[in-house]
Nanobody, 119 residues
Framework: QVQLVESGGGLVQAVGSLRLSCVAS????????IGWYRQAPGKQREWVAA???????SFADSVKGRFTIFRDNAKNTVYLQMNSLKPDDTAVYYC?????????????WGQGTQVTVSS
């Protein structure tokens, strides 16, 4: 079972940037497809971005053009680079692995990392 730990959140002003990290345990990390998700107060958790084991990426429309996702298999880490942040991006961000679709993650959820964007 892959265990994932998120970090890198914080308080940032609008149009600022943050980079989140998702560190995984387990030797098969390089074969896993990983997604980033977020949950804002009072809202359901939603998918944000995903990267396959081969490095192909995809994004939700709400973050397309502002967020990028990349991985460093040597460090068992997937990063979410968030630029041009907006107050609507405020949420707890989580990572998880997926098998068939990033919209149906397969693992258990960690504690996430809080991102707060001030206007």
């Amino acid at each position: 079972q892959v265990q994932l730990v998120e970090s890198g959140g914080g308080l940032v002003q609008a149009v600022g940037s943050l980079r989140l990290s998702c560190v995984a345990s387990g030797s098969i990390f390089s074969t896993r497809s990983i997604g980033w998700y977020r949950q804002a107060p009072g809202k359901q958790r939603e998918w944000v971005a995903a990267i396959t084991s081969r490095g192909s990426s995809s994004f939700a429309d709400s973050v397309k053009g502002r967020f990028t996702i990349f991985r460093d298999n040597a460090k068992n880490t997937v990063y979410l680079q968030m630029n041009s942040l907006k107050p609507d991006d405020t949420a707890v961000y989580y990572c998880n692995y997926w098998v068939y679709s990033p919209r149906t993650p397969s693992g258990s959820w960690g504690q996430g990392t809080q991102v707060t964007v001030s206007s």
